[in-house]
């Protein structure tokens, strides 16, 4: 009988398994066609310097509109993107699109654009970067590219040298989730960063929790010593911003803010104002 059990407990795993695995690869070759089917599109989310409330940037988050399965969250895509190393192509749209787009705000806010590990490993990011700056006549100054820890410990060296070539075009680099991953203290050390994203995970704990609260100001006091601006990610209340401000944080994102939305709203609502003759949210999308 016990033995019957495991039987049918395996097959029916194996069963779910394969459902796991043939679903994920439906999903990945879908993917491979919502660029050219413009099922993709790229939400902004702002941010806000704490002190003063200005506006600082915007960040670039894809989004994926599956024509059957509906919104579908780049936690799940992205990583799919990566297996298959289409995130090579999704990467470089998401770069030029955003730049093409952040060319167009007044005042000229930054744009600050995810990027994946495997971009890192296996593409000439300098040449792309280059290249997006020149096709959109974006300032390289309002080009931010976040990146995680995971990112820079894939390879080092090669890391190393591609955000200096980066850093010294004048794009600036800001070092995405601090607090989850290895959070190496030599990565803060050995890197070139211009802004450290402290992980949301610690907001929804910073009113209840000392540990993450202390983890906080640790943070904070580390990026002051370093004189690299922190900001604080996932800002949700009144009370987690205001313990922000107390705590002398630079800059804020969340929901309190804003939440993540397409660049036509953000128009609409007037909160992001194009110049005369920019290139607005339309535009054919550019065939990679
Ligand atoms: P991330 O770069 O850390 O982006 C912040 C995430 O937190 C976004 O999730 C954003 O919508 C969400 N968020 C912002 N404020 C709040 C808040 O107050 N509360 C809560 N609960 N969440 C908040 P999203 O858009 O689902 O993106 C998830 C992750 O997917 C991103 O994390 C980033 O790692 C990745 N991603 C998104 N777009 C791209 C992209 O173009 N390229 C690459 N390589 N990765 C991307
Ligand atoms: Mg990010
Ligand atoms: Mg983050
Ligand atoms: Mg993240």
């Known amino acids: 009988r016990a033995k019957a059990d495991i039987t049918s407990a395996v097959c029916f795993y194996d069963q779910v398994m394969d459902e ?31 002190s003063t409330g200005q506006i600082t940037g915007y960040e670039a988050l894809l989004r ?8 579908i969250s780049p936690a799940e895509f ?3 993107a990566e297996e298959s190393g289409l995130i090579l192509k999704l990467g470089a749209w998401v770069l030029t699109e955003a730049c093409l ?15 994946s590990p495997v971009q890192f ?26 990146l995680t820890e995971t990112t820079i410990f894939a390879d080092r060296d090669r890391s190393l040298h591609m ?37 949301r995970s610690f907001m929804s704990e910073v009113e209840s929790s000392p540990q993450a609260k202390a983890i906080i100001r640790a943070v904070l006091a580390l990026g002051k010593s370093l004189s690299i601006p922190v900001l604080a990610e996932g800002i949700e209340t009144a009370g987690q911003l205001e313990l922000l401000r107390l705590e002398g944080c630079d800059e804020a994102q969340g929901f309190l803010l ?14 992001i104002v194009a110049k005369p003759g920019g290139n607005l949210s339309g535009g054919e999308p550019k065939a990679f």
């Open 20 to 50: 796991t695995v043939r679903a994920r690869r439906h999903l990945a070759s879908d993917l491979r066609e919502a660029l050219e089917n413009r099922e993709l599109d790229i939400h902004y989310q702002v941010q806000t310097s704490i």
């Open 78 to 80: 992205i990583p799919l």
């Open 101 to 115: 787009r952040a060319a167009s705000w007044e005042p000229p806010y930054k744009v600050a654009i995810n990027l």
């Open 258 to 271: 804003g939440r993540p939305a397409p660049l036509q709203q953000l128009l609409d609502e007037g909160h």
């Open 163 to 199: 955000l200096r070539q980066i850093r010294a075009l004048g794009v600036s680099i800001a070092l995405d989730d601090f607090g989850t991953g290895y959070s190496s203290l030599d990565t803060l050390r050995s890197f070139p960063f211009d802004k450290i994203k402290l992980d």
């Open 121 to 146: 490993a296996h593409s000439d990011l300098p040449k792309l970067v280059v290249e997006a700056l020149l096709a959109s006549g974006l300032s390289p100054s309002q080009l931010e590219l976040e």
């Open 64 to 71: 994926w509109r599956h024509p059957r399965l509906g919104n």
